[in-house]
């Protein structure tokens, strides 16, 4: 079984090793010829620079993954690569899109039936993009998962580089909520539906809500972080008056609780860390070299 990762980075990086220990081939596309994926095993594609590559496993593909995000001019992937999809044969595909999509719901609970109300640029090219596979996915015949994935942390990517370094900050907008899922769980959920689409050979689009089962405050993850580091938690600051650039200020401009019912009822996948308090402390136990050695 081969996987085509249209954009492998943070998140494929969880997922790229759970199907090799299966024995599956796995191939990435990236624009940085430098990076690596830390696995010679995985085959590394410079895109935009060889799209002929591209196309080449799209078409031996038997699942594929995106997560390129689109942008002014629309989802970059479909714009040099519908026909070769459209004309492909794989037995599942899956876009990474972002709960953005849902706008702000002033911390009400959201879930798939909630019809998307995107309140930035950004979010509303999500829409589209969505739309657009999804018509791909029923003009060619093969499925789609959408998979709306709340704000990811993990190994790398969390509270705990920024405290240690003195620049965590403790933004406080009252009211304010979001939703997160560690990146494992977005491996492990992405794993569960290649599997049971290909077991099932299933048919159709299905989207689900990639999150935990808690939301919380933003200022909550910095306290818990702190409070696990032993370290005073930043002071408070009001968030009309916090000095921030546009685009992090944009990320508070949503607050809503994000279901994940059908992730777990439909799908099957249970979370590997259900909440902020799991999912900080398997960081911790990482970076230690403990995790799953008790």
């Known amino acids: 079984m081969h996987l ?54 799209i078409s031996r593909a038997d699942a594929i993954l995106t997560s390129v995000a689109p942008g002014s001019t629309g989802d970059p992937v479909l714009r040099e690569f519908a026909q070769d999809l459209s004309q492909a ?10 709960t953005n999509v849902y706008g702000d719901h002033g911390g009400a609970w959201v879930d798939e039936t909630t019809k998307p109300s995107p309140s930035s640029a950004r979010a509303r090219a999500r829409v589209e ?7 791909l996915s029923r003009r060619a015949g093969w499925p789609l998962n959408i998979f709306r994935l709340a704000g990811i942390y993990g190994p790398g990517r969390g509270p705990f580089a920024k405290l240690r370094a003195g620049t ?30 290909i077991a099932e050979q299933a048919v159709g689009v299905e989207i689900f809500n990639l999150c935990d ?21 930043p002071p408070e600051e009001p968030f009309e008056q916090a000095e921030m650039s546009a685009m992090a200020r944009s990320f508070y401009a949503d607050s809503k609780r994000v279901r994940n019912d059908r992730m777990k009822t439909q799908l099957g ?19 230690k070299g403990t995790e799953g050695t008790e």
């Open 129 to 135: 993009a969505e739309a657009a596979w999804a018509d």
């Open 4 to 57: 085509l990762i249209l954009g492998h980075g943070y998140s494929a990086s969880f997922l790229s090793p759970r199907l090799l220990a299966k024995g599956w081939t796995v191939a990435g596309t990236t624009r940085n010829a430098t990076a690596g994926f830390g696995d010679d095993r995985i085959e590394q594609i410079i895109w935009p620079r060889d799209s002929d590559a591209v196309r080449h496993h």
């Open 168 to 197: 965590a900050r403790c933004i406080v907008k009252p009211g304010q909520i979001f939703s997160r899922i560690h990146a494992e769980d977005i491996a492990g959920a992405v794993e569960t539906a290649i599997t049971r689409a």
């Open 213 to 233: 089962d808690q939301p919380a405050p933003p200022q909550e993850t910095i306290r818990r972080a702190a409070e696990m580091l032993g370290l005073p938690t």
């Open 269 to 287: 996948y249970h979370l590997r860390y259900p909440d902020l308090d799991s999912g900080l402390t398997a960081i911790l136990e990482a970076e």
């Open 89 to 98: 044969a794989p037995k599942w595909v899956g876009y990474l899109s972002s």
